[in-house]
C-alpha cells in the first residue's frame, strides 16, 4: 500500500518562508509527476506546482517567482520552498503524485493527508 507523508507545515508571520517535503513509501514501481496542491474551506483544490520525473516544472501564477518544487527521486520526495509568505497563502496543503505499485500495470494519483500553512499579517 502507498502511503504520502507530509511534513512542514506550520505558522509563519508574513514575509517569512517555509518548506513542506513530502515522501511517498510502498510498493512502488515509479513516480511520473509529483505535485503541491492548496484549498481554502469550502473552495475548490488548485494547483499550486508540479514537477515531472525529469525536473520539468510549472506553477500558479500566483506562486511563480515566491515558490520553487524540487524532488529526490532516490528518496521518492518532493519540496517545496516557499518564501515571501502572504495571508492569502494560507491554506491546507496537499501533496500528489502519479504513480505505478508494483502489483500493477497502471499509473494512479494518490494524496497526501494535507498540512496546514498558516500566514500571519
Known amino acids: 500500500q502507498v502511503q504520502l507523508v507530509e511534513s512542514g507545515g506550520g505558522l509563519v508571520q508574513a514575509g517569512g518562508s517555509l518548506r513542506l517535503s513530502c515522501t511517498a513509501s510502498?510498493?512502488?514501481?515509479?513516480?511520473?509527476?509529483m505535485g503541491w496542491y492548496r484549498q481554502a474551506p469550502g473552495k475548490q483544490r488548485e494547483l499550486v506546482a508540479i514537477?515531472?520525473?525529469?525536473?520539468?516544472?510549472n506553477y500558479a501564477d500566483s506562486v511563480k517567482g515566491r515558490f520553487t518544487i524540487s524532488r529526490d527521486n532516490a528518496k521518492n520526495t518532493v519540496y517545496l520552498q516557499m518564501n515571501s509568505l502572504k495571508p492569502e497563502d494560507t491554506r491546507v496543503y496537499y501533496c500528489?503524485?502519479?504513480?505505478?505499485?508494483?502489483?500493477?500495470?497502471?499509473?494512479?494519483?494518490?494524496w497526501g493527508q494535507g498540512t496546514q500553512v498558516t500566514v500571519s499579517s
Open positions: 510502498g510498493s512502488i514501481f515509479s513516480i511520473n509527476v
Open positions: 500528489n503524485a502519479n504513480l505505478r505499485e508494483r502489483s500493477s500495470r497502471f499509473t494512479y494519483d494518490y
Open positions: 514537477i515531472t520525473s525529469d525536473g520539468s516544472t
